[in-house]
């Protein structure tokens, strides 16, 4: 059951929807009667009404959260960010510029002492607004301006042209 894909639950007016079958529970409606002003299962005006029963209206008040809390609290993700900036050889000494997922894992071990998946660092650095990033593959030997030079003089002259004859080209399809 729950939400489609990528719709968020709304806390708040859930709990605003409970707080109205106490009001009608203390009214003296029925649960059947709660069930349908609230446009919810009997099921579920079934246990509000027990809820109810046990704790008053504090027993239908929003719980917290929900779900399993993070193991890196905001200022653990914002000293992660900042290593991450720092980058990898600085942070754990690697020899190149790049972060793989592995490092990741291996960064946050290191720091924080938790042990994440690839799949579970990928999905935090996805949540902290970080993307893959694949490297521009380029030689170190590489040089530009020698390349700049080629581009604009040796380039032109190498490109293949059409014929400047007049003569039709024979993908012509038009009669003539």
């Known amino acids: 059951m729950g939400n489609p894909k990528g719709v968020k639950r709304d806390f708040a007016a859930l709990e605003r929807r409970r707080l109205r079958a106490v009001k009608l529970f203390e009214r003296g409606c029925s649960k059947a009667?709660?069930?349908?002003?609230?446009?919810?299962?009997?099921?579920?005006?079934?246990?509000?009404?027990?809820?109810?029963?046990?704790?008053?209206?504090?027993?239908?008040?929003?719980?917290?959260?929900?779900?399993?809390?993070?193991?890196?609290?905001?200022?653990?993700?914002?000293?992660?960010?900042?290593?991450?900036?720092?980058?990898p050889e600085k942070t754990l000494g690697h020899p190149t510029a790049l972060w793989t997922l592995p490092r990741v894992v291996a960064l946050i071990a290191h720091r924080f002492g938790h042990r994440y998946s690839t799949a579970q660092a990928s999905r935090l650095l996805r949540q902290m607004g970080w993307s893959c990033q694949k490297p521009a593959r380029r030689a170190v030997e590489r040089d530009e301006q020698a390349i700049r030079i080629w581009k604009q003089r040796r380039w032109p002259a190498l490109k293949k042209k059409p014929a400047a004859t007049g003569e039709r080209s024979s993908s012509w399809t038009k009669a003539g």
């Open 33 to 87: 009667e709660v069930a349908r002003r609230c446009g919810v299962s009997n099921q579920s005006a079934g246990r509000w009404h027990a809820a109810w029963a046990r704790g008053g209206p504090q027993a239908l008040k929003h719980p917290g959260r929900a779900g399993r809390k993070p193991r890196l609290q905001p200022l653990d993700r914002l000293q992660l960010a900042a290593d991450l900036q720092s980058g």
